[in-house]
């Protein structure tokens, strides 16, 4: 029997309504509007609530995705929720957001911490085991509230990331050559210490020292990320299009990591692929690191960049340090 197509029903998204400008964060941390947005295209960023926590912006996404695809939380018997940033250590926020969408007992409901690159590896991996045949319709959720593990006080941070959160509704069709067509997914473990936060894990319980020296919080070294960031996007997306040969020109829009607009120019020049075909909203999110990719594609969506037919290409990069990019026709 011929494995079937695995395809995104409907999409959604959700940001917080606070809007933290760069203006703002200048007031807090020895930087400027100029700095930020030169260095990173970031004009502004969303900052959930008092009380908001990653599953109710995750719920919000899903519900809207779930709409999009004219289903509802009954129909999902598969939760797949990539994150760094869960409501707690334990257990999973998939269960947290399982509650309170109302998706079944049935349904197999996990995390998995594949940072930025999250939601690629979440849809790889739903689309996986809807092909087994299975699972019958998947919900895959980026979901991140950044400013409860960014340090504040560190402006070579602080400036970047945001919150926010994107659901995609997956499912099965017969017809074939559309949908999920391939991904390449990978990592660089020898390089955890690039992107990481140092103590809190098992590893290294946090003690009252290890709060007041901040090491609960990320700490990136930018540079060298960057550097990686735009190598291994530019790898991901090159190996996906030749494993099924396709030419950079045939892809409709491009949907990368909103990390810095800096990465995206570099990825468009290295393609030799116009800036046009790359859909681009750090300016006004930051880096949301799993929730960035399906925000964007959710955006995309919405705004009529996407049509039936189109090649669509996800790339990402983040802490690990892992990478991911996945070919999509619609
Ligand atoms: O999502 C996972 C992937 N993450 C990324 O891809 C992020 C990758 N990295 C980046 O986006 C960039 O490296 C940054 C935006 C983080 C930094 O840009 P950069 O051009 O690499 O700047 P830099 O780190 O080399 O810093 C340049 C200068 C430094 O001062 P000195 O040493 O030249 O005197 C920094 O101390 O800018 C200073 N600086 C700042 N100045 C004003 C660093 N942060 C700030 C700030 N405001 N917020």
Known sequence: ?????????????????????????????????????????????????????????????????LADAGLTAADIDLLVVATVTPDLPL??????????????????????????????????????????????????????????????????????????????????????????????????GDSVELLWIPKGGSNSPATAESIAAGDHFMKMKGKEVFK??????DEAARDILEQHSIHPDQIGLVIPHQANLRIIEAISKYLNLPMDRFFVNVDRYGNTSAASVPLALDEARKAGRIKKGDYTLLVAFGAGLTYGSALIRW
């Open 228 to 233: 990686l960031a735009v190598r291994a996007m």
């Open 91 to 188: 257990p999973a926020t998939a269960c947290i957001i399982q509650h309170k969408l109302g998706v079944p007992s049935h349904a197999a409901c996990f995390d998995l911490n594949a940072a930025c690159s999250g939601f690629i590896y979440g849809l790889d991996t739903a689309c996986a085991m809807l092909s087994s045949g299975r699972y019958r319709k998947a919900l895959v959720i980026g979901a991140e509230k950044l400013s409860s593990i960014v340090d504040w006080k560190e402006r070579t941070t602080c400036v970047l990331f945001g919150d926010g959160a994107g659901a995609v509704v997956v499912g099965c069709s017969e017809e074939p050559n559309v949908g999920l067509l391939g991904t390449k997914l990978g990592a660089y």
């Open 1 to 65: 029997m011929a494995i079937p197509s695995t395809v995104i029903l409907g999409t959604g998204s959700y940001t917080p309504k606070r809007v933290l400008t760069n203006d703002e964060l200048s007031k807090q941390v020895e930087t400027s509007d100029e700095w930020i947005r030169t260095r990173s295209g970031i004009r502004e960023r969303r900052i959930a609530g008092p009380g908001e926590s990653t599953s109710d912006m995750a719920v919000f996404a899903a519900q809207a995705a």
